[in-house]
């Protein structure tokens, strides 16, 4: 059969391309994946696939994307993943790409909070307009906005990621807007000038644009207003859609909402009574959705909430009113209206849709009884993705782990979508082994921390430190803290120290460190080599099981839910945790799943089956003499 000669095309310049790439090496899964690509493209056809860590995925669906010459969006799952390729993936694939006779316009687009405001900075920055709010502003923060103020002058994107130093939230806050207040460029005086407005021009004529998937699902629900007209999506670390979808094109309301309209008319309006009554909304909000903290609500929503849904609308509608009626002839005042008005229509909106909430939707209330929000969440993704995605796009979704049942979530059709599996280009029986502590006692045992905590200072000091151990709570990474620091001749960091990027960077430079986490570092951490040699992991991560979204999707599906919802979303989690140890060619290591389930369980195949195929054992003592033998070579 002849190869497709955009296929072809396509692997030729992938070819190319790895040629230039410092220790360049065949990774025969990327090439497979990059045909496998350019097949979907040109047949029109979804794919899914899953490519192992090490496989060069970027690449992989990069090159056919713009080889075919459609115009193309990647959504990446965090802004960290969509900064790594604006600032090192594409800028390297470009320049090679024109050794190839290849033009590409590519450019990143993120949420208009994102850049830094003009409009907000030259009004913050004229005392006769600004003296409402800063007047309350710390010197500190002052002093910040000054700062980013003279950074805004020699910026070329006013992109908050370019800061080589951290602004504090206030200061961000005064010189940024979000969409929900922003009136648009139209109706701005700054408008030609924004930031905000430069990169969606920059978006709007390039070939590859690169947002992130939280972005893209609000694009989705708002009927594809946001980004532009695109042949093919790519979603990237796509293991995290549904989830990210059920997030972005549901409705969200929490109290401080309320706190940040009363600030935004504050801005415009001088009338306290006015603006008390709106932020005192957070109060009434707050009383009203605090009992209901953790739980799942019936439609209609309790009538505490519908009354206090009710009152948001009559103040809103109040305060509305009264914005509309002052008329100013002061420019910056004009935009301070505009903007005050947007923020009270959108939260107006949300609180419409919120009352509206009916079947096909799960309303909840998120958080804590000190920070209740609540959300208005789809039951199932499938048919908002159907008529916003699948059926308008060419589709590829990948990521290192792909859940069993991700194309049944997220609605893809059976019919025109292609799912494939093109391993890693690591030999994990060679330089990795799975350890399962069945001797452990079970994870509902009242001796399992302590367990737990004995089975890591035996395996700590094998490994001499080099160790990253994770937790499926923050309590059980405290308590395992409290048990083991003072027993191990090793420092132990934890995820209570520092910011996330800081505390990689610290754990990365010292061979003997040890990392303890939670489920937030279970990926996107990068710590190839020697440093890290062993990967703890507690429990099975399944989800919550009183997960008010999740308990309705398992309700809508019955007997299958525990194999269709938490086995494949346990699997995922645990593959996820489990890849932080083999991140390049010469790795090696152990990862060791303290719950004996993995073992044990009925279940334990299909999650087994998710993970790298390292050698398995379930002998500590084999696992202490490997460990060792790492630290001797």
Same mark, same amino acid.
């Given at each position: =059969?002849?190869?497709?000669?955009?296929?072809?095309?396509?692997?030729?310049?992938?070819?190319?391309?790895?040629?230039?790439?410092?220790?360049?090496?065949?990774?025969?899964?990327?090439?497979?994946?990059?045909?496998?690509?350019?097949?979907?493209?040109?047949?029109?056809? $979804?794919?899914?696939?899953?490519?192992?860590?090490?496989?060069?995925?970027?690449?992989?669906?990069?090159?056919?994307?713009?080889?075919? #010459?459609?115009?193309?969006?990647?959504?990446?799952?965090?802004?960290?993943?969509?900064?790594?390729?604006?600032?090192?993936?594409?800028?390297?694939?470009?320049?090679?790409?024109?050794?190839?006779?290849?033009?590409?316009?590519?450019?990143?687009?993120?949420?208009?909070?994102?850049?830094?405001?003009?409009?907000?900075?030259?009004?913050?920055?004229?005392?006769?307009?600004?003296?409402?709010?800063?007047?309350?502003? !710390?010197?500190?923060?002052?002093?910040?906005?000054?700062?980013?103020?003279?950074?805004?002058?020699?910026? !070329?994107?006013?992109?908050?990621?370019?800061?080589?130093?951290?602004?504090?939230?206030?200061?961000?806050?005064?010189?940024?807007?979000?969409?929900?207040?922003?009136? #648009?460029?139209?109706?701005?005086?700054?408008?030609?000038?924004?930031?905000?407005?430069?990169?969606?021009?920059?978006?709007?004529?390039?070939?590859?644009?690169?947002?992130?998937? $939280?972005?893209?699902?609000? $694009?989705? #629900?708002?009927?594809?207003?946001?980004?532009?007209?695109?042949?093919?999506?790519?979603?990237?670390?796509?293991?995290?859609?549904?989830?990210?979808?059920?997030?972005?094109?549901?409705?969200?309301?929490?109290?401080?909402?309320?706190?940040?309209?009363?600030?935004?008319?504050?801005?415009?309006?001088?009338?306290?009574?006015?603006?008390?009554?709106?932020?005192?909304?957070?109060?009434? =909000?707050?009383?009203?959705?605090?009992?209901?903290?953790?739980?799942?609500?019936?439609?209609? @929503?309790?009538?505490?909430?519908?009354?206090?849904?009710?009152?948001?609308?009559?103040?809103?509608?109040?305060?509305?009113?009264?914005?509309?009626?002052?008329?100013?002839?002061?420019?910056?005042?004009?935009?301070?209206?505009?903007?005050?008005?947007?923020?009270?229509?959108?939260?107006?909106?949300?609180?419409?849709?919120?009352?509206?909430?009916?079947?096909?939707?799960?309303?909840?209330?998120?958080?804590?009884?000190?920070?209740?929000?609540?959300?208005?969440? %789809?039951?199932?993704?499938?048919?908002?993705?159907?008529?916003?995605?699948?059926?308008?796009?060419?589709?590829?979704?990948?990521?290192?782990?792909? %859940?069993?049942?991700?194309?049944?979530?997220?609605?893809?059709?059976?019919?025109?979508?292609?799912?494939?599996?093109?391993?890693?280009?690591?030999?994990?029986?060679?330089?990795?082994?799975?350890?399962?502590? =069945? $001797?452990?006692?079970?994870?509902?045992?009242?001796?399992?921390?302590?367990?737990?905590?004995?089975?890591?200072?035996?395996?700590?000091?094998?490994?001499?430190?080099?160790?990253?151990?994770?937790?499926?709570?923050?309590?059980?990474?405290?308590?395992?803290?409290?048990?083991?620091?003072?027993?191990?001749?090793?420092?132990?960091?934890?995820?209570?120290?520092?910011?996330?990027?800081?505390?990689?960077?610290?754990?990365?430079?010292?061979?003997?460190?040890?990392?303890?986490?939670?489920?937030?570092?279970?990926?996107?951490?990068?710590? %190839?080599?020697?440093?890290?040699?062993?990967?703890?992991?507690?429990? @099975?991560?399944?989800?919550?099981?009183?997960?008010?979204?999740?308990?309705?999707?398992?309700?809508?599906?019955?007997?299958?839910?525990?194999?269709?919802?938490?086995?494949?979303?346990?699997?995922?989690?645990?593959?996820?945790?489990?890849?932080? @140890?083999?991140?390049?060619?010469?790795?090696?290591?152990?990862?060791?799943?303290?719950?004996?389930?993995?073992?044990?369980?009925?279940?334990?195949?299909?999650?087994?089956?998710?993970?790298?195929?390292?050698?398995?054992?379930?002998?500590?003592?084999?696992?202490?003499?490997?460990?060792?033998?790492?630290?001797?070579?």
């Amino acid at each position: =059969m002849s190869v497709p000669r955009a296929t072809a095309s396509a692997v030729v310049v992938l070819d190319a391309v790895t040629a230039a790439l410092p220790a360049a090496e065949e990774r025969l899964g990327q090439r497979e994946m990059a045909e496998l690509v350019a097949d979907a493209i040109e047949q029109g056809r $979804h794919l899914v696939v899953q490519a192992g860590t090490g496989t060069g995925k970027t690449l992989a669906y990069l090159i056919p994307a713009i080889v075919s #010459g459609r115009r193309t969006v990647v959504a990446t799952a965090t802004k960290a993943l969509q900064d790594q390729l604006a600032s090192k993936d594409l800028p390297f694939l470009q320049a090679e790409l024109v050794r190839q006779g290849i033009d590409v316009e590519w450019a990143v687009l993120k949420g208009r909070s994102n850049y830094i405001c003009l409009q907000r900075l030259r009004e913050t920055n004229d005392p006769a307009q600004a003296q409402l709010e800063i007047d309350d502003m !710390a010197a500190t923060t002052k002093l910040e906005i000054k700062q980013l103020g003279e950074w805004a002058a020699t910026s !070329a994107t006013g992109d908050q990621a370019e800061l080589d130093w951290n602004p504090g939230d206030a200061s961000w806050k005064a010189v940024s807007v979000g969409s929900d207040e922003c009136p #648009g460029a139209d109706r701005c005086p700054m408008g030609q000038e924004c930031f905000a407005e430069l990169a969606r021009r920059r978006a709007q004529a390039a070939d590859v644009v690169v947002v992130n998937t $939280h972005l893209y699902g609000l $694009h989705v #629900g708002s009927g594809g207003a946001i980004l532009p007209e695109h042949d093919l999506i790519i979603f990237d670390e796509a293991h995290v859609l549904e989830d990210t979808m059920s997030d972005t094109v549901g409705v969200q309301i929490a109290p401080g909402r309320f706190v940040t309209v009363g600030a935004t008319v504050r801005r415009f309006l001088e009338d306290p009574q006015l603006i008390g009554a709106i932020t005192d909304l957070a109060s009434v =909000m707050r009383d009203a959705l605090s009992p209901f903290a953790g739980q799942r609500l019936a439609t209609p @929503l309790p009538d505490a909430i519908v009354e206090g849904l009710h009152e948001a609308q009559l103040r809103l509608t109040r305060v509305g009113e009264a914005v509309q009626a002052i008329d100013t002839s002061v420019e910056d005042a004009q935009q301070r209206k505009l903007r005050a008005q947007r923020m009270i229509t959108r939260t107006m909106e949300s609180v419409e849709a919120a009352l509206r909430a009916g079947d096909g939707t799960v309303p909840f209330v998120s958080g804590n009884r000190d920070n209740p929000r609540l959300e208005i969440a %789809p039951l199932d993704v499938g048919p908002t993705l159907s008529l916003g995605v699948w059926e308008q796009h060419t589709a590829i979704l990948t990521s290192a782990t792909i %859940p069993s049942s991700l194309s049944r979530r997220v609605g893809l059709p059976e019919s025109t979508t292609t799912e494939a599996d093109v391993g890693s280009p690591f030999d994990y029986d060679a330089q990795a082994m799975l350890y399962c502590a =069945m $001797h452990l006692p079970p994870p509902k045992s009242p001796k399992f921390r302590a367990a737990v905590a004995e089975e890591l200072i035996a395996l700590i000091e094998a490994a001499g430190g080099r160790t990253l151990a994770l937790f499926t709570s923050w309590a059980a990474m405290d308590d395992a803290v409290d048990a083991v620091r003072d027993k191990v001749s090793v420092p132990i960091l934890t995820q209570r120290d520092l910011p996330k990027p800081a505390l990689v960077r610290k754990f990365a430079e010292s061979e003997e460190t040890c990392l303890f986490a939670t489920t937030g570092m279970f990926q996107g951490v990068d710590v %190839p080599g020697s440093t890290l040699s062993l990967v703890v992991i507690d429990k @099975l991560p399944f989800p919550r099981p009183d997960d008010p979204l999740l308990s309705a999707r398992r309700e809508q599906l019955g007997p299958s839910a525990f194999s269709q919802i938490d086995v494949p979303r346990a699997a995922t989690l645990l593959a996820q945790a489990s890849g932080r @140890l083999i991140r390049n060619a010469t790795d090696h290591g152990v990862v060791a799943v303290l719950d004996s389930r993995l073992g044990s369980a009925r279940y334990r195949w299909d999650i087994i089956k998710a993970l790298p195929p390292m050698k398995r054992t379930r002998d500590r003592g084999e696992v202490e003499t490997f460990l060792r033998h790492l630290r001797e070579d």
